[in-house]
């Protein structure tokens, strides 16, 4: 079984900045997948940003991509998440997941998520 913890989220005006962590522990990981997604009450969950397994190629969805930055310290399993120009639209409740396998932008793809942590940004 695997482990997955977040943290970071929290309240910030638009133009702010927030980093959320997230770290992956049990079974033994062979460099999973590592993704954020967000969800906002009543639509789908959607893709943020990813690393890759293998290549450890960087991944991010248009609405992110020139704010956000994703990192990954491997040996650690571990993902961060540097959000800068943040907008209220960005507001959604965020969620680290990981894939025992390539990285994909579907959700559904996903073998384990943490619980999620809050991000809130004010206009």
């Known amino acids: 079984q695997v482990q997955v913890a977040e943290s970071g989220g929290g309240l910030v005006q638009a133009g702010g900045s927030l980093r959320l962590s997230c770290a992956a522990s049990?079974?033994?990981?062979?460099?999973?997948?590592m993704s954020w997604f967000r969800q906002v009450l009543g639509k789908e969950r959607e893709f943020v940003a990813g690393v890759g397994r293998i290549t450890l190629g960087n991944y991010y969805a248009d609405a992110v991509k020139g704010r956000f930055t994703i990192s990954r310290d491997s040996a650690k399993n571990t993902i961060d998440l540097q959000m800068n120009g943040l907008k209220p639209e960005d507001t959604a409740t965020y969620y680290c997941?990981?894939?025992?396998?390539?990285?994909?932008?579907?959700?559904?793809?996903?073998?384990?998520w943490g619980q999620g942590t809050q991000v809130t940004v004010s206009s």
């Open positions: 997941a990981v894939r025992l396998s390539f990285i994909t932008r579907n959700s559904e793809d996903y073998d384990y």
């Open positions: 049990g079974r033994t990981l062979n460099s999973p997948a």
